[in-house]
DNA sequence: ATGACATGTTGCCATCGTAAACATTTCACT
DNA sequence: AGTGAAATGTTTACGATGGCAACATGTCAT
């Protein structure tokens, strides 16, 4: 660094950051295949093998990338739901935002819940995983159904939503569900049940404030 | 064939249909990276290249792979079922065998519903997909929820069953639902709303004997 | 019989991920 | 300040893969 003005550095500064923006570009534009250690490292202006300093394999720079997808995700459910007021209606605005950015970046998406390209074990995936779940979670808490009152009842609220707007999205982008008669597709809301909005099945808690 | 007894006839008799099935041997021994066209050639004793004139490419197998896991898939959720009179316990079966199957053959059920690998329009896959499914829809015909009398009531039943059932799946496949605090991961059971099962709730449909 | 076609093989190429050896920069410690 | 270890990048090479072209062999309709 002789000039003030670096032409080249030798060193990138921030490669591992730019790796993994750069890799989301990639896969945003032609999906999983189209990410390549030698691709993305042409495309930041580096050697082919400097991503291998900062994520050891290909396999870790697709789990820190699925990471950076969780925190996205996060983002895109919470969306809208602050907005919102009613519990039946802060539920919806998570779900829409799940369904939404599963479409918006497909490729993303599926990568962030593939363990066959990334390390499911990954402190830093497991935990942005969690912040994910935890906005679902979080809204999800309260609400009862047929289930809610058992033991682990939270859980098992969070656990049935998830599944429900996961297996939609999974297979909405696999473009299974456009097999019907009309061609077009169920909405989501379509097929939210109605029955987790009651607030009062069993034994409505006193302190329900959100 | 000049003996009765072919030592290695320079034609294979049935090499398609034996790709299918050691590919999938490979599949299940080492999930879907395991399988390359030229494994899969030395193992079935044939060149690298010989699956191309069956399946044109790699991916053309895949489909193919896909579309037979699809036929096991809609077996494994009749298993059960015909033992089953009462619908609520018909339903139970058949989303066992799913969940069963999954869990059973992961890397198989990946592949089904991995657009990544399989080119979803070939016409034997999505036939072998529509069968599946008419299990499920089948099965879910008749059962009454909050939106089982509005438009479209049937298919919003059959999504709505199959999103859950098959999210269910594929978190659980991720390893993701084992986060609880506990360790435990909840069964599928855990999580299935009871009120699929209630047959009348808005107007009881009169001829309603399944 | 014979020619078209299906089926299978050999050889080759571009691309990929990974590894080792080496170069350059940074940074902690004295 | 000086110095060695560690971090960060590069170069070169290797083995494996999917796909393609050219060719060989068997099958089948005419």
Redesign the pocket.
């Known amino acids: ?1 002789s000039s003030s003005v670096p032409d080249r ?5 921030d ?1 591992k950051h730019a790796l993994v923006q750069a890799g989301i570009a990639l896969i945003e534009e032609g999906g999983i295949p189209a990410l ?4 993305l ?1 042409a495309r930041v202006g ?5 991503p ?3 994520f050891g ?3 870790g720079l697709l789990t820190a990338i699925a990471a950076e997808g969780f925190h996205r995700h996060a983002r895109a459910m919470c969306e809208g739901v602050s907005d919102q007021s009613d519990p039946q209606a802060r539920l919806m605005a998570a779900m829409t935002g799940y369904v939404r950015f599963a479409r918006a970046h497909p490729a993303l998406f599926g990568l962030m819940f593939s363990s066959l390209h990334c390390d499911m074990r990954d402190a830093e995936l497991m935990a942005a995983g969690r912040d994910s779940y935890a906005v679902l979670s979080g809204i999800a808490r309260g609400l009862d159904w047929d289930k809610a009152d058992l033991p682990d009842g939270q859980r098992r609220t969070e656990v049935m939503l998830w599944s429900l707007v996961h297996g939609y999205a999974q297979l909405s982008l696999a473009g299974i569900l456009a097999n019907g008669p009309s061609g077009t597709m169920l909405d989501f809301a379509d097929i939210m049940p109605a029955f987790a909005y009651r607030p009062a099945t069993a034994s409505p808690a006193p302190g329900d404030r959100s």
């Not at 550095?9 to 500064?13: A, I, N, R, T, V």
């Not at 390549?36 to 691709?39: C, I, N, T, V």
């Open positions: 660094m550095p030798y060193h990138h500064g490669l390549s250690l030698r691709a490292a580096v050697s082919h093998t400097a291998r300093n900062h394999s290909l396999r």
